[in-house]
């Protein structure tokens, strides 16, 4: 990972860890701990303002590294809303309708003044508006939903610092591959202020988290997480996996609906149900263990989650394993109630085993399972359903795609290299990053390679972007291209050629051009190596960054600099 990356989240982590003792010793005297009950497991007086800490690290960290746009702005504000509606929480106990309420507000301000959204979302035969709507609701239940799963799962010592952390590491390492060292950046530094943290929270606890952290975090990763995840083109991405990644406290948080429901209790009513307490409790293997083996189980997720892009078939495979282990833990543990055991029933039809529930040949039960077989084959149907109708907005996504595909230029006498970056650009019909970086190695290998040009000849013009196209060309005339009819003349240009690429780094750009303001730029950055010295560069590699803007469902390039002259600024026109 890219070394300023690292020190982001190096500087958050000291400053947490040097944070933590002194706020832990500050709140205690205020008397802000946390009390004991019939639920706690802790022992002793423990302050509960280590997300204070948390806050802290992570905002002068950001104040420092974060280039701040509207979207930051927006999650900073919001950030601040969850934060204060957490730490309020802590000293006087909200009643759980305010601390929806504040909830409410943060996400709302990411939604409206920060534009964070799930993007993408496309059903067939429903009008754009009502597309549109139902995205924003969905938005605003992920993010309310993930930031109460976070604070549900906060129960043990150090368990929800380190799944937060798995978590955020797994989207940063996917946006950092993904070219968004944006995303990457800001998941790093709140890496490293939970990590400071975590040193202090691992058991025996000195100090707890609190709603405060306990809320922020979970606001943080759902927020980040509808940044892109990394991915830019599919709304499974967005949601998806973060989904996996994030699947011990989700599945937490709906099987505390489900047991709260099933044992007629209130939804917010607190219990000693939860994931960790089975583990702990059930099962008898103490706090340590316990939260271990969630960190273990949290990581095959995460895992799980990182390879799809690559080897779905194996992803799949692996979630569903982990799947049934899941459920076959919670029929073993009674975690629903004890008469929720399907599989097992199941199972012991031919294993035949004693120990395993049976099924019962009586009257009652018969009537019982014609309900249970009806409700089966009414899931089945509905499963052929849903899979036809998902089918169906599957290639209705495709066909959209095909309509929007955009083919770009082949220009004249291109180059072997050349022909092969092309090549790559048509494997990658969507229009993101990864089909930006090779737009732009494009550009670059043809602007530099004069083997293959005529007199007056300008490389790189059908893919720069066209209201600036007149100011790249006179730029190139004065600068490159300004000796370059000599060497075409003379015929010494057959060895100025590029004969290999490297893509250094690939995000997203904080350049707007004026009157294009609000689409999507990247900043990719390129190593060139010449088929011999390039005598009008002076060497035989050299290094660029290409800026490009994604408008119109194309990729055209904006800007770029080689560092080899002292003004390489061609934006203005």
């Known amino acids: 990972m890219d070394m300023e990356i690292i020190l982001h989240l190096g500087v958050s982590f000291v400053i947490s860890l040097i944070f933590v003792p002194i706020i832990g010793r500050i709140t205690k005297k205020l008397g802000i701990i946390a009390h004991i009950n019939e639920r706690t497991i802790h022992k002793g007086i423990i302050s509960r303002t280590g997300g204070y800490a948390i806050y802290a690290a992570f905002l002068i960290a950001a104040a420092a590294f974060l280039k701040t746009d509207q979207q930051i702005n927006a999650i900073l504000i919001g950030g601040l809303v969850i934060f204060l509606t957490g730490f309020y929480d802590d000293i006087h106990d909200l009643s759980p309708k305010l601390k929806l309420l504040g909830q409410l507000i943060a996400a709302l301000i990411v939604i409206i003044y920060g534009g964070i959204s799930l993007k993408d979302l496309t059903l067939p035969f429903i009008p754009t508006n009502i597309t549109y709507a139902i995205s924003l609701i969905i938005t605003l239940g992920w993010i309310v939903g993930i930031t109460n799963a976070m604070n549900l799962i906060d129960g043990l010592d150090g368990l929800c610092a380190g799944i937060s952390m798995i978590t955020l590491m797994t989207i940063s390492a996917s946006s950092f591959i993904a070219g968004r060292g944006d995303i990457a950046s800001l998941s790093m530094i709140l890496v490293g202020a939970i990590g400071g943290f975590l040193v202090y929270n691992f058991h025996p606890a000195k100090i707890f988290m609190g709603d405060c952290g306990a809320l922020f975090i979970g606001y943080m990763i759902s927020v980040i997480s509808l940044l892109g995840f990394g991915y830019e083109t599919s709304t499974f991405f967005t949601l998806g996996a973060p989904i996996v990644v994030l699947a011990i406290p989700v599945a937490d948080t709906l ?199 005529g007199k007056n000849d300008i490389g790189g013009q059908a893919y720069f972007y066209k209201s600036r196209l007149s100011a790249f060309k006179n730029y190139a005339k004065k600068d490159y291209y300004k000796d370059a009819n000599k060497y075409i003349s003379s015929g010494k240009n057959k060895n100025i050629e590029v004969s290999s690429y490297r893509i250094i780094s690939a995000q997203r750009s904080q350049v707007e051009l004026s009157g294009l303001e609000g689409y999507r730029y990247y900043d990719i950055q390129l190593e060139l190596t010449f088929k011999k010295k390039n005598p009008i560069l002076g060497k035989e590699k050299i290094t660029l960054t290409v800026t490009c803007i994604n408008k119109d469902d194309k990729i055209s390039v904006v800007s770029f600099d080689d560092d080899q002259s002292e003004n390489n600024d061609v934006i203005e026109s």
């Open 255 to 453: 099987i505390a609906i489900i047991r709260r429901r099933v044992n007629h209790k209130q939804f917010d009513e607190a219990d000693r149900g939860h994931l960790h307490h089975q583990l702990m409790f059930k099962l008898n293997l103490g706090q340590t263990k316990s939260v271990l083996i969630l960190y273990l189980v949290t990581a095959l997720f995460a895992i799980d989650s990182f390879i799809y892009e690559r080897h779905p078939i194996r992803a799949v495979t692996l979630f569903i394993v982990l799947l049934i282990l899941f459920e076959l833990f919670v029929e073993v543990t009674d975690m629903i109630s004890r008469k929720y055991k399907p599989v097992l029933t199941i199972a012991n039809i031919f294993i035949k085993s004693d120990k395993l529930p049976k099924i019962k040949e009586s009257a009652a039960f018969k009537k019982y399972l014609w309900r249970l077989t009806r409700g089966f084959g009414l899931f089945v149907v509905i499963c052929i359903v849903i899979t036809g109708i998902g089918s169906g907005v599957y290639y209705y996504h495709l066909e959209s795609t095909k309509k929007k595909t955009v083919v770009y230029e082949k220009v004249n006498s291109p180059t072997t290299l050349m022909n092969q970056i092309y090549s790559e650009i048509n494997k990658h019909t969507e229009v993101n990053n990864e089909q930006a970086k090779y737009v732009c190695a494009y550009f670059a290998c043809d602007y530099y390679t004069l083997s293959n040009k």
